[in-house]
């Protein structure tokens, strides 16, 4: 039996505070414009990869939670082409090198979320397949330059090669060269950036938001507003909100910014709804909670992707008065068992919205306590 | 006892099918945009106005459905003084007639929907007043003349003072003096025209539209460049429509308005949302319908206004095919039980959405069949 060459990463889940919505280029998942995530802790959620080669092996194979995956797609082979192409450089310039450019992988995929939960699993899937694969071929890349591949795969997977607040730049260039992630701010700078996540009972879904994004760049008459108007001047003011550790700002600019790509969708002919009746009790459940504040600034932030889960950020001084008042009208779901959650008081002071408390009661399956994080951690942990 | 003057009216109520949203006077309700609307028969949704007048009057007085209403806002005043300054004048230029316009008002008024159907009762109120007083005051005075007084009074009421499809033209003047209604085409013209109104399950609202219009000027990121540059095309393309009976142009033109509308409402800070998980069924619903014809056409156009209900417009041809599906999944509801309902035939071909028939079977509470319909109509029946 031949040599096996392994390499193993754990990548994090983005969720973005100014969203991505609209490729200009569907190929190369160029994006109409520019976005920004906060890294999510892999203590809590994670997609852990492990990418090995051997001149054994006779295809290119992915297994994700031990199910065989299509690997045929041109989003998966772009993304391994190009790591192909840098490792032969590698190999050229140091030919002492193993060709491991010319032999087939094998993928080993496991989230440690279930898929259910519609977080977005596809970012951190495939930030780890790259960065695996890169750990493998022992590449000298940054992970900026990484990001530039793993966006090939899926766009937002291009934020979770990062930790801290990472932004997603839309690049100029039509051969996407310039359409990659940085990062903004280490999670060291603004360390205190919690979220919880409501998880929603399982709804048919909508449309995908591959297909759904450009149904609304085709026929929405506000889209190209958002794209060309209202993003780039969030963006920049999301950054000096981030340098600042500004958490109004930041709250107020993520609460819009999902709400404007929430409208955008509903301006989509026909109309794509990922918010429910769940999601906008979650919404005035976080109204509520800001309401409490005696200077009327905002406690927390709540943001939507292409689903009806709700993500809350919030700082950890405020833990007691945002997790504490969904943990006063949420306890008994799962999620509050672990550590982190029996460690939060439920808030006393919930009331006058019976009606909410109700809807969350029973839209919301489950929740999960995070917090901002690092990037991609490599580990000697193998999956096979 | 003195003498008692007295006239009354019928007046309509009008679904927008280019929607108001938005004033740049909120005093003189001074829209950011046209409208149009479909004025609906009174043979069905209908305000019943008394006015009178008498030197043994005290005051002026307004009772709805034999609740007093406060007369003092200043809207209410402004119609009243408007119509008694053409009086006025009237009297001027033929000093044989009574001196009414010195007189105080007793205004009754019925309503022949229920209230809680959150149908816009506040448009065929202040139509119904105005054209009241006018007939009182036998003033010369055009409907579109009259609709600049009603706006005064609620925005769309300038709507309800004509019948068949009306258009509100958002004006240039300052003052409002060019800020009426017009007929785009008579009932006649476009006689078949058919309206289902599925009125849902009480919710608690959402702001009120007067609040929440202005909140959406103040705070959306894309109102502006709907008010500007989306309804201007579409009121141009939409009379075209109405001209040509174009149902294709109507009716797309009428869902993608709705949905811009209530984008906008989304794109709100905080959010507004009217639509609920039973008006996104009511969407689905109609997709439904639509998908249904063999050329790819609409048979039906839903609209929302500020609340739930769905008013799905359709053409008297397909009338078995629009409320015929409905009836098939919303047979027992009130509604059906009059002759226009009876004549109904449930559509057979309703499968694969019963995730969204158990929505509407849920939510909805009753239906209401009605048509395109003629403007005020002036009665020899007095309420007292």
């Known amino acids: ?13 983005n969720i973005a505070i100014i969203k991505y919505w609209g490729k200009r280029n569907p190929k190369l998942n160029l994006p109409t414009n520019g976005s920004i995530s906060v890294t999510l802790s892999q203590d809590d959620l994670r997609t852990h990869t492990t990418a090995s080669t051997s001149s054994d092996f006779t295809e290119d194979t992915l297994t994700l939670n031990n199910e065989s995956q299509d690997i045929s797609g041109a989003r998966t082979q772009a993304c ?26 094998k993928i080993v995929s496991e989230n440690n979320f279930p898929t259910a939960a519609g977080l977005a699993s596809s970012a951190a899937g495939f930030a780890a397949l790259v960065r695996a694969i890169a750990n493998l071929y022992q590449l000298p890349t940054s992970p900026t330059d990484l990001s530039r591949i793993a966006r090939q795969g899926s766009g937002s997977a291009c934020r979770s090669l990062m930790g801290g607040y990472v932004a997603w730049q839309k690049g100029e260039e039509e051969d996407g060269s310039d359409s990659v992630a940085y990062e903004v701010s280490s999670a060291s700078h603004w360390p205190d ?29 506000l889209f190209e ?3 060309s108007e209202v993003v780039p001047k969030r963006m920049k003011a999301m950054e000096k909100a981030i340098h600042n550790r500004d958490f109004e700002s ?9 709400n404007n790509f929430h409208a955008c969708c509903l301006d989509t002919q026909p109309p794509i709804f990922y918010l429910n009746d769940t999601s906008r009790a979650a919404i005035r459940m976080c109204e509520y909670i800001n309401s409490l504040h005696p200077d009327d600034k905002p406690y927390c932030a709540y943001t939507f992707d292409a689903g009806p889960n709700a993500v809350v950020y919030y700082l950890a001084e405020h833990e007691d008065i945002v997790a504490g008042a969904f943990k006063s009208i949420l306890d008994g779901k799962t999620g509050w068992e672990g550590p982190r959650g029996q460690h939060v008081k439920p808030h006393p002071g919930v009331e006058g919205i019976e009606h909410v408390a109700e809807k969350l009661q029973v839209g919301i399956s489950r929740v999960i306590l995070t917090s901002v994080g690092d990037g991609p951690r490599k580990t000697d942990e193998h999956l096979c």
């Not at 039996?1 to 889940?13: C, G, K, L, N, Q």
């Not at 950036?193 to 008459?221: E, F, N, P, W, Y």
């Not at 930041?250 to 999902?258: E, G, V």
Request: proline letters at 2%; charged letters at 25%.
């Open 193 to 221: 950036m919690r979220a919880l996540i409501l998880v929603a009972s399982a709804d048919k879904k909508d449309v995908s938001s591959t297909a759904g994004m450009q149904q609304t760049v085709a026929t929405s008459a």
């Open 1 to 13: 039996m031949a040599e096996i060459h392994r390499a193993s990463t754990f990548a994090p889940v």
């Open 80 to 105: 391994l082409r190009e790591l192909r192409a840098l490792r032969k450089e590698v190999e050229h310039q140091d030919p002492s090198l193993s060709k491991l450019s010319d032999l087939k992988l």
């Open 250 to 258: 930041f709250a107020i600019l993520t609460m819009k910014d999902s």
């Open 225 to 227: 507003h958002r794209a």
